[in-house]
């Protein structure tokens, strides 16, 4: 166990604390959050919006061409939930590095800022990267909705559902059709 030495006052550094904002600070981590966010929602979009076209233009014509178009729109929702999750975190990131720029500038600048004219360009950038993070957790959640009905009527289909096998197998279940 290593013990401060009281012999030298000074020897002992202050240690820093690591907070959020000193880790965003020093490694610059919106701007490397937001690309990655950026290329994992671009591609995600894109991937499903390809695996849509593929599946309507074949209309199930070749299984290989299907089994292309499932398999885009599979990695479409592996894309976009993640790049969804890194949107939050951009916008968090964001919001601390432009708390640390307007520190910074000089107090003319934030002058200019805070004019009419000027912050709305300021500001626009923020608020564009809200709006986003709320359209694509959006578009996260509402793929996923998707992918869970698609997944509950394929077992409907398929017979795994509990209640249709119990109705299946209830005597007389075909009574109504012959008295019509």
Sequence with gaps: M?????A?????????????????????LHPIIDHFTIALLAMGV?????GYLISMSVDNRSPRTKGLADRLTGAALILIIPGAISAIFSRFTGESEAE??????????????????GSARFLSHAVLGTYLMYAFVALAAWRVFLEMLA????????????SCSMRASVPGKDRWRTRL
Aim: proline residues 5%.
């Design 151 to 162: 997944t509950a009527d394929a077992t409907r289909l398929s017979g795994g559902c509990d």
């Design 2 to 6: 290593r013990q401060a030495s009281s």
């Design 46 to 50: 894109f991937a499903d919006v390809v």
């Design 100 to 117: 640390r720029v307007w520190d910074t500038i000089a107090p003319a600048a934030q002058q200019i800022l805070f004019s009419d004219s």
């Design 8 to 28: 030298c006052p000074g020897s002992e550094r202050a240690r820093p604390e690591m907070s959020m904002e000193i880790l965003i600070a020093k490694y610059h």
